[in-house]
């Protein structure tokens, strides 16, 4: 799809679109278990989340999965949402037209119907260089 033929994906219209969709963390989760909104971020202590993200991009969660705080491998879950969502707005035309990184909030909950066994990593250094980027206040997460 071209950027000039994007259309926001809001809670009215969400039901187009159909995955696979992913989420990334470290913390061990199993099939049917609900990913919920109401955690503190990964990337700002002082900030609870009103939404659960995911997106269409396996690399993408991987990313998240690296990047997350807390002990435990990176892990990328295959979900499912169980209600409305919307593109994720911190990413969605920020630096590119529309939402090429096909990521996605949502207040309901996420189920995990299963897991990626591998998927593409980053290199480390660009996961020090971003984490200290993100610590120190400094940039976006996705330049």
Known sequence: M???EWVPVSPANC?????????????SLSVGDLLTAGFRSNYDD???MNHIYFTAVPKGAGLAA??????????????VPTGGFEDD???????FPGNPTRS?????????????E????HDPEFIRQLRSRVE???GEILN
């Open 2 to 4: 071209c950027n000039d």
């Open 15 to 27: 039901h187009l679109l159909t995955g696979p969709f992913y989420h990334g963390t470290k913390v």
């Open 46 to 48: 002082s900030v609870v």
């Open 66 to 79: 690296e990047m997350a705080r807390g002990e435990g491998r990176p892990r990328v879950y295959v979900v």
């Open 89 to 95: 707005p911190n990413v969605t035309n920020k630096k």
């Open 104 to 116: 996605y909030r949502s207040g309901h909950p996420l189920k995990i119907i299963g897991e990626l």
């Open 118 to 121: 591998s998927w593409e990593p």
């Open 136 to 138: 120190t206040g400094m």
